[in-house]
């Protein structure tokens, strides 16, 4: 309790009125998602159970799947953080230096992990299982069997992910069992994914060929804890006394998860310890430092030697590639054909829907990306602020370098589901063109507000992206991409519908293109011009 006791005073320093209030906006988006996936779970479950005594199997065992679904989600998780928390955190070589039991290490390390890795399943998902609740009229015993069911969820899958973490630091060091389990668990939960799509009808056909083609995956294994909680809670459900076996075997495995855990930490921790925070491999001379850049290139040169030495910022690509090619898959699946005989304007509809996408997706890709990038400089930025390069040097440098791949991957995937959904025409190149002019426009806002809100004080580039400046960033960035796609969409619809070039049809269309171009015109100077002049208070 005495080592937590840090970690306690912060939070406690952290509920503050001043940083509530200034956490307020960001606190009110979260709530908003919630009520979100409430009402979706609700919507759901409202539709299932219409379906009679086959929509009350598909609930419980949507129920299994859920629970089943965050246990692995949570093994993957409790990995990682349980890498970084016993293996690469700051503080582990202060704690073996002082007169602290080696066993209050590990339960420090394994408390701190399984709150990092378990977070956001605390967070989100009540709302799921209180959609549950109010559907079914549970009593109040239903969600507390269904709030200590999570938290032997998370403590077996937190043990199961330390003592991993453990066997793996065992056969590599620390930051590379890190990154090859990351890339080991982004292929395989691709494979399943396919595997998963392929099984299910590619149209809506049949609605028992679909209900069978969902009754395929069954999660009711004995060997999972979907199962046994299932088997404690949805008794409860149906008004019967809840099942005791379920929840005497969560404890059970619960325990023995900890146990285990606390076994391998014992008996591996020393050993490891000898490979933690390895230096990195010197790289040998690459062709890029054959010649030495020229002035102008020098910043552009050391960003992209820095990016290519870190494995935990080119490794992230990986990842963003995955979703895409899932992303695309689903929109390959889609029935144009059956679509367009509803309706007329499918292609269009779905185009629009497309921008968005790749809008949110140009949104998550700038804030992980392309806003840290003045706060990576970190407390070494005193070398760039005393070198002859002008602050609005280093942020057009910083644009060019990031700018530029980011508007290769999200052109390429507009491109990749125009042909995809057979968009031709001006509608093809208006796309295009749009998706460029976003991207720029994102670009400099992003850079921009990463250099009005810089944090060159940070333990990596997460903790920079997940920031309330980058959450803001995010907020205007995707706000700039629906203003435009409604603007956009506007013009559209007036020449639908005025089938022809008329002066009404003409002057709004003009008006709506001008702003479009002075949003994004905006958006991207402002911030650039703004940030230029606050880098020059840092000193």
């Known amino acids: 309790m005495l080592l937590m006791r840090p970690r306690f005073l912060s939070l406690k320093n952290s509920l503050t009125a001043g940083i509530l209030l200034r956490r307020l906006p960001f606190i009110a988006i979260g709530a908003a998602f919630c009520w979100s996936l409430y009402l979706g779970m609700d919507y759901l479950l409202t539709f299932i159970r219409d379906a009679g005594f086959a929509g009350e199997i598909i609930s419980e065992s949507l129920f299994s799947m859920i629970f089943s679904g965050l246990f692995f989600f949570l093994i993957l998780s409790g990995i990682v953080t349980s890498l970084s928390s016993f293996y690469m955190s700051a503080d582990i070589r202060f704690f073996l230096s002082k007169p602290i039991p080696l066993t209050c290490v590990l339960r420090l390390k394994l408390s701190e992990a399984l709150l990092d890795s378990s977070w956001m399943v605390l967070v989100f998902m009540p709302p799921v299982f209180i959609a549950y609740g109010l559907r079914y009229d549970a009593p109040a015993l239903y969600y507390g069997i269904v709030a200590a069911g999570l938290a032997m969820v998370i403590l077996i899958a937190g043990g199961i992910g330390a003592a991993a973490a453990h066997l793996l630091t065992r056969l590599f060091p620390a930051r590379r069992s890190r990154d090859a389990f990351l890339g080991i668990a982004l292929l395989l939960f691709v494979v399943l994914y396919f595997i998963f799509r392929s099984s299910l009808p590619a149209g809506p056909g049949d609605p028992e060929e679909m209900l069978n083609s969902f009754m395929r995956f069954r999660s009711d294994s004995r060997l999972l804890p979907g199962y046994w909680m299932t088997e404690a809670v949805f008794p409860v459900l149906r008004g019967l006394r809840p099942g005791l076996s379920g929840l005497a075997v969560l404890v059970g495995c619960s325990v023995f998860s900890l146990l285990a855990a606390s076994l391998a930490g014992r008996y591996l921790f020393l050993r490891n310890i000898g490979r933690l925070q390895p230096s990195a491999d010197v790289p040998g001379r690459s062709p890029l430092s054959r010649c030495f850049p020229r002035r102008w290139a020098a910043l552009f040169y050391k960003d992209a030697i820095i990016f290519f030495r870190d494995t935990g910022q080119w490794s992230q690509i990986l990842v963003i590639a995955a979703l895409i090619a899932i992303y695309l898959h689903n929109l390959r699946s889609i029935p144009f054909d059956l679509l367009l005989a509803i309706t007329p304007f499918v292609r269009e509809v779905m185009l629009l829907v497309n921008m968005l996408m790749s809008g949110l997706i140009l949104t998550a890709v700038a804030a992980r990306f392309l806003f840290p990038l003045v706060s990576l400089e970190g407390e070494a930025f005193w070398v760039i602020r005393t070198a002859p390069v002008p602050a609005a040097r280093l942020l057009w440098s910083k644009l060019v370098y990031g700018s530029i791949p980011v508007t290769v991957l999200i052109t390429a995937l507009v491109l990749a589901a125009d042909v995809i959904m057979d968009i031709q025409g001006p509608l093809h ?67 639908e519908t005025g089938r022809g070039a008329h002066t009404f049809t003409v002057a709004m269309s003009v008006c709506a293109l001008t702003l479009v171009i002075l949003l994004n015109g905006a958006a991207f100077f402002l911030p650039m011009k703004i940030g230029a002049e606050r880098l020059y208070k840092f000193t």
């Open 429 to 495: 190149w208006a796309s295009l063109a749009t998706s460029l002019m976003l991207c720029v426009s994102v670009s400099g806002l992003g850079i921009g507000m990463g250099a009005i809100y810089p944090k060159f004080r940070h333990a990596g580039i997460a903790s920079v992206s997940v920031s309330m400046g980058s959450m803001a960033f995010m907020v205007i960035a995707f706000a700039l991409v629906m203003a435009t796609l409604a603007l956009e969409t506007w013009i559209y619809y007036l020449w």
